[in-house]
């Protein structure tokens, strides 16, 4: 392994999920839901296969229908136009989207700030690119940025902000307010803005804010998403970015020598999720919002400070009030203790203090599945 990415071996989410099947334990770790997407969505993948829709390569940017989809939810939800022909781009999942946009936007030595914790690609592709991550510490109780730290934090050498809102691990969804400011700065200082926003259709109250909607916003910001959180396919590796032209011209280079293209027959499918109707938006976030009550609840019952949050579907924690002080150690111990498997928060974060006692649970779980893992917990 090259001297950049020192250190990022193997992905927490490896580690946490191998751990649970090992021990056959609860996997509150890594975020994927115990129950997939809609029927239908799923028989138009298996009908896109069977019709030969997609078995061969399908075209570089993404099929075309997926990426007409694409532009009109945009402008269903956010009221944001985006041309489907060169600005619109899928990817293999928001996870190559990320990696092709930091790839084909930064030169070796740009600075990128980030909030801290990290979702854990943010650093090994900003280290693939050569660049250098700059931390705005996001600190409990409330995991608000301070902006003043922020704009603190600018240099010169400064050339893109990636934000990640609804945040996940904290549940942190940025207000307008704080997102104009974002704006301001990324204007005055000539930034990009790298946004990932996988978590959008999964705000709790306030909904979701897209910065690139913003006056001025537009031609700088590559927005990323995709389809895995939003109707509950995380194995379909479906993302997409949707951006100016040039930018996603940029984007699509360095995509093209990645992977080249994505899965073919899911596109179809995705295409046609994207089109379901708002009762399915609504529902997913009511469910999860009752499931994010049902852990924090239970969490809290088992002496867990818990930081409710405001979007994803990730509870973070203290587990200090447990007499317990190193994340780490207490999610390699928990399934041992109490067959359940967490995140430790503090693998997000350079600075290691800052996350030390946090820890991560997920939600998108049956309802009796989550109330057996509070029971369990309960017995710690
Ligand atoms: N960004 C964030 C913040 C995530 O939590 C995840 C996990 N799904 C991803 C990106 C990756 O998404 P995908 O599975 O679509 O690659
Ligand atoms: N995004 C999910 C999480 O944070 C899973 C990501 C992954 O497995 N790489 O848990």
Redesign the pocket.
């Known amino acids: 392994l090259n001297r950049r990415l020192a250190g990022l071996g193997t992905t927490i989410f490896a580690e946490m999920s191998a751990l649970a099947t090992a021990t056959g334990s609860i996997n509150l770790g890594q ?1 994927f839901p115990d129950t997939d997407g809609p029927r239908e969505i799923a028989e138009a993948a298996a009908d896109a296969v069977l019709n030969g829709r997609g078995n061969q390569y399908p075209p570089g940017p993404g099929i075309p229908e997926l990426r007409t989809a694409l532009a009109e939810h945009q402008q269903r939800f956010y009221h944001l136009t985006y041309d489907p022909d060169t600005e619109v781009l899928v990817t293999a ?3 190559e989207a ?1 990696a092709a946009a930091l790839l084909a936007l930064l030169e070796p030595g740009d600075e990128v700030i980030a909030f801290e914790p990290f ?1 854990d690609s943010y650093a090994a592709c900003i280290a693939m690119a050569g660049a250098t991550r700059v931390p705005l510490t996001l600190r409990a109780p409330s995991f608000r940025p301070d902006l003043d730290e922020l704009r603190a934090l600018i240099t010169p050498r400064t050339r893109l902000l990636l934000i ?1 809102t609804p945040h ?1 691990p904290t549940g942190l969804v940025l207000t307008p307010s704080e997102l104009a400011t974002i704006a301001e700065l990324a204007l005055e200082h000539d930034l990009l803005v790298v946004t ?1 926003e ?1 978590y959008e259709h999964l705000v709790f109250s306030g909904g979701h804010h897209p910065i690139a909607a913003l006056p001025g916003m537009r031609e700088r910001t590559v927005s990323i998403s ?1 389809a ?2 939003t109707f509950s396919f ?1 194995g379909w ?1 479906v ?1 997409w970015v949707t951006a100016s032209a040039p930018l996603v011209a940029a984007v699509r280079t360095t995509k093209q020598y990645l992977t080249y293209v994505s899965a073919g027959p899911f596109q179809y499918a995705v295409a046609e999720a994207l089109r379901l109707p708002d009762t399915y938006f609504d529902t997913l976030r009511t469910d999860l919002r009752r499931k994010r009550d049902l852990l924090a609840g239970g969490l809290s019952a088992a002496g867990f400070q818990v930081f409710q949050p405001e979007g994803t579907y990730f509870i973070t924690t203290d587990i200090t009030p447990l007499g317990e002080k190193d994340g780490l150690e207490f999610c390699r111990s928990l399934p041992d203790r109490c067959g359940v498997v967490a995140i430790p928060n503090v693998v997000f974060y350079d600075d290691a203090e800052a996350g030390r006692s946090l820890v991560r649970f997920t939600f998108c779980k049956r309802d009796d599945v989550l109330q057996e893992a509070v029971s369990r917990l309960r017995r710690l």
């Open positions: 975020g999942g928001a996870t990320i979702y990640n996940n990932d996988v995709s895995g959180k995380t590796k993302g």
